[in-house]
């Protein structure tokens, strides 16, 4: 069974529009990590956040912020003012170190295209 | 500069040749990790090594093997290339909980088999 969904395969915004994106997760621990990666154009991958199943207050970092809602099993990440740079694969990610290893699930990722 | 270092970056190989992904830290994290990367599926897990010594399957194991040399390096063997493992490959190492629990990427490796 998928442990992370990302239900939203594509987004194209013009640039300045906001960009909200989703991530469900599903697990049966009640201690986790969640994660959000970016994937630009050049491949690489690039940590964006970590939060822990306890700690549900929403963070901001400049443009971008995450809203953790345990009761939903939701971690949305939204871009705010969204520029071309943004352009990228995002994925979301669940860890469930409870279960022995400290493997990473990622979801199938939402490719955002921002439009000049 | 400290991070996970993947070789090659880019391979063609024929079906049914061989060949050995490299993967080193030099962070003394104690897990790593092999994940294929597909379009629209995300990166799924291929094997994994919790520590040095151990190595587990993960999602995808068939027609993969690895190997943890030692504490930094954990290779990706394909024994007979096939062309559905075409895909782009990322090694990865992370540490126990810990203030800094976190997970680092390689630069990835394109592999193409025709």
């Known amino acids: 069974a998928q442990k992370v969904t990302q239900a939203q395969t594509e987004i194209s915004v013009v640039e300045k529009e906001d960009v909200t994106l989703d991530c469900v997760y599903e697990?049966?621990?009640?201690?986790?990590?969640l994660f959000w990666y970016k994937q630009p154009p050049s491949g690489e991958l690039v940590f964006l956040i970590r939060?822990?199943?306890?700690?549900?207050q929403n963070e901001i970092s400049g443009r971008y912020s995450w809203n953790f809602q345990k009761s939903t099993s939701s971690f949305n990440f939204t871009i705010t003012a969204s520029q071309v740079v943004d352009s990228a694969v995002y994925f979301c990610?669940?860890?469930?170190?409870?279960?022995?290893?400290?493997?990473?699930?990622f979801g199938a990722g939402t490719t955002v295209t921002v439009r000049a | 500069n400290a991070g996970v270092t993947q070789t090659p970056k880019f391979q063609v190989l024929k079906t049914g040749q061989s060949m050995t992904l490299q993967c080193a830290q030099d962070?003394?994290?104690?897990?790593m990790y092999w994940y294929r990367q597909d379009p629209g599926m995300g990166l799924r897990l291929i094997y994994y090594?919790?520590?040095?010594?151990?190595?587990d399957k993960g999602e995808v194991p068939n027609g993969y093997n690895v190997s943890r040399l030692n504490k930094r390096e954990f290779s990706l063997r394909l024994e007979s290339a096939a062309p559905s493992q075409t895909s782009v490959y990322f090694c990865?190492?992370?540490?126990?909980?810990?203030?800094?629990?976190?997970?680092?990427f390689g630069s990835g490796t394109r592999l193409t088999v025709v």
């Open positions: 990865a190492s992370s540490e126990a909980l810990n203030t800094n629990y976190g997970y680092t």
């Open positions: 697990t049966r621990d009640t201690t986790y990590y």
């Open positions: 939060r822990n199943s306890f700690d549900e």
């Open positions: 990610a669940l860890s469930e170190p409870s279960l022995g290893d400290y493997k990473l699930s």
């Open positions: 962070m003394n994290h104690n897990s």
């Open positions: 090594s919790a520590s040095e010594g151990t190595t």
